[in-house]
């Protein structure tokens, strides 16, 4: 192919259409800059994407969202998101039965229950009540900047039991963390504690995709462009990859900037942990923590109550289970049930694995589990970046680019969006100072 001329230089070029590469382009966008988003995949929303599959709505992977979530909360627009909370608390499969395990501070009522619950002791259950006052309390700048360790060792020094620590904690911050040796930073167990307690675990009503959709919106249609990996990248400089006929055939707007560069005063790198360092030229492999979600379809929903259910004892692959659409009906077609079942570290293959959980899920729900069809296992092996005490690096710039993602933050929703709001906001404080935008090498 012939070179193409130049177009005139872009203000700010942001490679990934991940949620902080959206915000941070909505972000300059709305202060006036002319910014374009040249994003890999056929859709927006990177590691947030849904799939309507026969009615029900798929995400890529079990999440919620936090509705405590500071950043998040001031740049969407969460009633227009119709979030749906779960009850908060879990069900824990132990010893054979579901047993409740409520938050008593809203749900007062399941303080008998739950006390009753034979997962941890008293003792267990008081530092609980303990741990969400402190960390209510405690401000999220303290939060960031606490010592560090990992989440066993802080749970271990805050007093809990081994044995709450292994019915409860790594089942719920397993899910979250996706390892479920708890060797994840405390400032991440922290923060993630605080938000729960402060708030809800939410979806929202259209899929967890609604999130990304709804900040797409808010740039023009032609300031993203799909189909569009960036092979290199330079302070000033872009380049797109080249695309066969095949690929790219049908769309005139892929032929035509396929293999092409893009100039910009300022190139935002807001790409997942393993790609940014590839286009930094970096060998260094992040590491990653792995899941796989599998869906089923059922004519009822075996859960009394929109609540997450999760595995207590450690035989067994099932880690937790819900139902999105009796937390938010929009997920099934009306007089269906999904079902959603989350497994981390797991390396069946597809076949054994699903075989596997239907037969747990027999054991849990009984032979009405069997009427319940398979509707696409999601193997995500690259869901968040492993975060073990000392991780953070903050968004930074590094060969005259600007750096932000979950990765320099938080692996989360909330790490992701004030990534981007960040980067934007050095880079608009660059331009009222009137300084160039310029690489700092
Ligand atoms: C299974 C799972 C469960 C999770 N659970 C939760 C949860 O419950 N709550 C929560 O808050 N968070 C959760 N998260 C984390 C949260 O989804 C992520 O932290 C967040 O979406 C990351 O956004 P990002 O913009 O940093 O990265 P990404 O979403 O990875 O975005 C990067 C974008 O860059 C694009 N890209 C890559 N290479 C190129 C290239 N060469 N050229 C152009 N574009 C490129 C990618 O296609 C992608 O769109 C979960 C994540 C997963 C996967």
Redesign the pocket.
Known sequence: MSPLPEPPALDVAV???????LACAVKLHEAGCRVEV????DGI????RTDRVEGFLLDR??????DAYPEAGALLDLEALDLRPFTPGALIWKAGKLRSLRDVFRNPSALFSSALAPVGNLRDKCLVAKLRFSLLRKPLDHIWAAPETSTLDYLRAFGFSEQFIDDFFRSFYGG?FLEDQLMTSSRLFEFTFKMFSAGSATLPQNGMQAIPEQLAARLPEAAIHLN???TSVTGDHLTLAERSEAEGGNDDRIENEAGTRHRATAIVL???AS?TAR?LGYDRQPKWNH?S?LYFAADETPLAEPIIALRGDRDGLIHNLCVPSQVAPGYAPEGQSLISISVINDHATDATLTETVERELINWFGEAAKTWTHLRTEH?PQ??PVAPPGHAIGNRREKGLWIC??HTRS??????IQSGVETAAEILGEIDGGDKIASDT
């Open positions: 490679i990934g259409a991940g949620l902080s590469g040249f994003e890999a995949a929303g990177g590691r947030v992977g079990f999440q919620v969202y936090l979250i569009s990996p960036v807001a790409t997942d790609t286009l899941t979600c995500l869901a968040l993602g979950d692996g989360s929703i909330e790490g992701a």
